[in-house]
């Protein structure tokens, strides 16, 4: 196994342009990892070893790719790891709430031992998390290259919010390959390994992969570079800084300090807001662990300590909860910052691990508080929550999660119930907090006796609560439960406002029935009830439920922009697919929304499909600026919800356009109920009236469809059926109003500012109408010409003339073949006048047979003229032929040098004159090395000729090979193959130079035609043979077989030209020829001249 890390740390000591700085002082990126799985004692020393060891490499990789290197890292121990022989030289620090980067959990079902990242947002969003498997780091002594890229691929695509760059198999919207035309390519944005980021000068913008779908074509590298991350990198980062190793701190969370901040002012006492926090706040303390700590602050014009902090105990609880006022104060003034530096003044360093602070704030008075909310965060690492009741408001609230609290609600109680229990469940994780499971708002009662049903589940029934919340419990007659075996249960406690069952013990799984029975006077009108079920986890594992949104912490949205919602359904680490997710938005004023959150994976705004994660567009803005709450219900939708099995993992890299599952299974039936955090928008949306009915100025366009492609062929035409999905009218709300359908044969004149410039629009009549969000539709379309690409886009547009993004590009290719019609003179002489157009008939009249005699007889004598004009140019060219000195045979190119051991298949490859040294390497040379007199390897390396020839008799052009072994001279050649094999004949014509000597000494004579031949450029027959004797029985002294002419590096040498222009070329070393008879030679010779 390789560790990366010892590469880095070994260069660093070599090359000073790569060095690690433990002491360089920079500014970087935090991570918090968490320890989600408890790690075997025998393997947790390595597993915290080569934790360290990875997170290091990565972070090396990183700086050298972002510049951007990782300062600190925050592990998150589990408590049963703590004061173990594996912790044991381990220090702890004080745990601050910070979101997890990286979750350390079992081996994975789909992606095995292998990282990856879990994304939620658009390009340039942060990611949820990194999932690292604790096999990675158990598997081996070390971790592996493979590990650390996969790591670091995994941090770079959550940290800055970029995508795949490449397709997967089996995904229509991000394919392995696709087509341009009928061209096949690969589905790649970088084609570069072992690299995070291409530059973008190699990247391809042109591919339909995830990144450039949600990038909008630009690469990985340009969105790490304008990322807000990277504005601390040093604008002189270069290969020679110093890589910054980043530093370590392990925590532990077990105990908590809960610091109560509550507004006491006398807004809090009206409409029963007081009343409601403190009958609430009984639940919650109860439900507080042993051993964490509480302490109570109160305030209005001052600041005051009820409580300092103190232990929870089962015994104390009521006591503590005791310390609260029961009533709200009469002073109208709140001093909101008096509150929070009195809750700061209890912090110290020997506090719990975890500080939490819960700020309950009604008056929105001028009071800022950002400062102290600042200096809580950043200098004493607590983490702030904020109930905001009524219409306040909170400035600068990104570093804190706000809930809202309405007051135009019946359940009031209930809210500051579950926001407050949402509150634990996000310190604890989850793991020990109350899950709600049910809940019915019975707002329009009409009968004395009210019955309803909720089912408990095998995973959740431990310490279950049923509560019952009215402004009246007076008017409650009585209130029983009926478990699924018909046990009854008829006592209820009535306390705090509430009449609730508290079970201590598991409860019954199955169908429980409660019935409510009213006091019995007409006179009495009928109140508004709230039932609501919690329970603890039973098993291990059971399906969690959170919710959040794109709005950072509560601070403000502006209108112009939509928020996003995101639900994450998940049991254990499997994401849940195919459930039932609905939020509902309580906007300011009162009223509620209902909007559905899909897990679609189209990209706007749900980015993969089966990953657990839903989403939605909310544009439904209230007229007055303020506080959005949000809660989420999932279900399992009458058993469509499913999970992954647990198999070995198979896939690499998450994800294309769904998550790669490899098989699913049904969950158990489940209803869960989460409050999320609220967000703020800063101003109210503009309202119209329109037929007497205010309706919302609408500014938000559909959304970007994203599926455009080719779903078939129409048969015997050059049509095409195009298919998408359609989008709503107001992102995916609704429905669009138009489509607008474009092509261009060039892609860059689809895109969003040259879309109505420059694309040509397509037929109107074959545009369908839009319909509801989510519909299949289709349009049938024909390119302008067949044979060649043309590329079609879509835009939505809606009733108000918004316009959505220029949706993908779908690439359209017709073929039409072509056929020539057979022409003769039957078929001039038979041919209709009836068939041509009435235009023609009517210009030519009677006469039109013969004006097309008399064209075909006047095309004739053209071409006879033509043929005589050739003639006369041959004949007048050998006529005035001078004579010359040059051989019949010419060289006009240099030759190109190929190893007689090179993979080309023929004579060559067979030779075992000349074989390419063991030690060697070098397979090719540059012939013009030879021709300055330098030689790259002086070793006995062999090299066969393949010089290109033209013929000179005939003038040809330097394409023109001249082959005589099996085609006569001027013949074009195409296959390298054919042509250098019969190398040694011109080894006779060219190579042998007359006058020439062997440098083994044995010369040829000078040889003379003595005028037999017919020009001074040709040799005579019997000059031929003497030569080609002499030659032969040279080559029989040199070697055996020939099979090409061969000639040593070393021995190769090209003369300066002579006076007379010739070119002198010795050859030396092993030369023979092949055992032909001098009749094959005299033939080959003949076909040669008669053909010249």
Known sequence: MKLRILLVILLAFVQPSVCVNNDLQVEGIDLTV???????????????????????????????????????????????LVKTACTANITLNKLQKEPVDILLTDRDPVFGSSPFSVQHGGCGERGRHVILPLDSLVQGENVTDDTIQQLSSSLVSHLYGVFPTHGYSNDSRYPQSYEVGEVVLDNAGCSLKNKLFCTPELYDRETPTKQ?????????????????????????????????????????????????????????????????????????????????????????????????PTTVTDQNKKGLHG??????????????????????????????????????????????????????TEHKAVSIYGLLVGESSVKDTEKMKIYSISDYTANQQTQFSDALQAVANDISGDEKGYLKFYENEMRNVTNRIIQGKFTVEESVRSNMKVILNTKFKENIEHFEL????????????????????????????????????LVNAPSIPFPKLTVSSYAMKTLPVTVQLKSWSNVRGGSSSQISEPVLLYAEVMQGSLPVSGAEVVAKIGRPGGDTIEVILTDTGTGYPDITAGDGIYSAYFTSFSAQRGLYGVTVTASDGSGSARIPTVSSGTAEECCGSSYPTVSTIPTPPFKRIFMGPSFYVSQGAQFFIKDGIPEMRDIFPPARITDLHVEKHIENSLQVQLSWTAPGGDFAEGKAAAYEIRYSSNKTQLYDQDFKMMAIPGIETSIPHP????????????????????????????????????????AVFVREITTEQPTSENNVVNASTHSLPSTVLDSFGDNLLIYIITGGLSGIAILILIIILILMQVSKRKSSKKPCKMELIKEISSPTLIHSSSGLHGIL????????????????????????????????????????????????????????????????????????????????????????????GVGMEDISDNGTSSTDCELSETNSDKRLQKFRDLSKIATGEFHSLIVTSDDWNLKHPSADGESSLSVSGPVSLPHFSEIDFAERRRRRESFV
């Open 909 to 1000: 490859k067979e030779s075992n004159l000349s074989v390419l040294p063991e030690h060697s390497s070098n397979f090719s040379l540059d012939y013009s090395s030879y021709k300055m007199g330098q030689t790259q390897d002086n070793g006995d390396i062999s090299w066969a000729i393949l010089p290109a020839y033209s013929n000179g008799g005939f003038e040809k052009s330097s394409e023109t090979i001249v082959d005589s072994g099996f085609y006569r001279a001027g013949e074009v050649v195409d296959n390298v193959c054919e042509f250098y094999e019969p190398v040694a004949e011109y080894g006779i014509y060219q190579h042998l130079a007359r006058d020439k000597k062997y440098e083994q």
């Open 482 to 517: 009926i478990s699924p075996s018909g046990k009854e249960n008829k006592f209820p406690l009535v306390e705090r406002g509430s009449i609730y069952f508290d079970f201590e013990s598991e409860s019954e799984t199955g169908i429980w029935t409660f019935k409510i029975a």
């Open 34 to 80: 968490k320890i989600y799985q408890d790690i075997p004692k025998h393997l947790c020393g390595r597993a915290l070893a080569n934790l360290e060891a990875l997170l290091t490499s990565s972070s090396y990789l990183l700086q050298q790719h972002t510049s951007s290197p990782i300062n600190t890292i925050s592990i998150i121990l589990p408590p049963t």
């Open 212 to 308: 450039n779908l949600l990038c909008n074509n630009k690469s990985p590298m340009e969105i790490v570079s304008q990322h807000p991350l990277n504005t601390h990198a040093s604008s002189n980062s270069t290969a020679g800084t110093p890589l910054f190793t980043p530093s370590f701190r392990y925590v532990s969370h077990q105990t908590t300090l809960y610091i109560l901040v509550l507004d006491r002012s006398a807004q809090m006492g009206e409409r029963g807001r007081w009343t409601n926090l403190h009958n609430s706040l009984h639940g919650f303390i109860t439900t507080l662990s042993a051993h964490d700590e509480l302490a109570v602050v109160t305030y209005a014009s001052q600041a005051r300590t009820n409580l300092h």
């Open 323 to 376: 310390r609260i006022p029961a009533k709200a104060s009469s002073e109208n003034s709140s001093c909101h910052s008096c509150g929070i530096k009195r809750a700061l003044g209890l912090v110290s360093e020997s506090s719990a691990d975890l500080t939490v602070i819960v700020l309950v704030k009604a008056s929105d008075s001028s009071d800022d508080v950002s400062e102290d909310i600042g200096e809580a």
């Open 771 to 810: 319909g509801e969000s989510g519909e299949i539709q289709f349009t049938k379309v024909q390119p302008p010409l067949p044979n060649e690409v043309f590329y079609y886009g879509l835009v939505s547009i809606d009733q108000a003339g918004n316009r959505s993004p220029v949706s993908n590009l779908a």
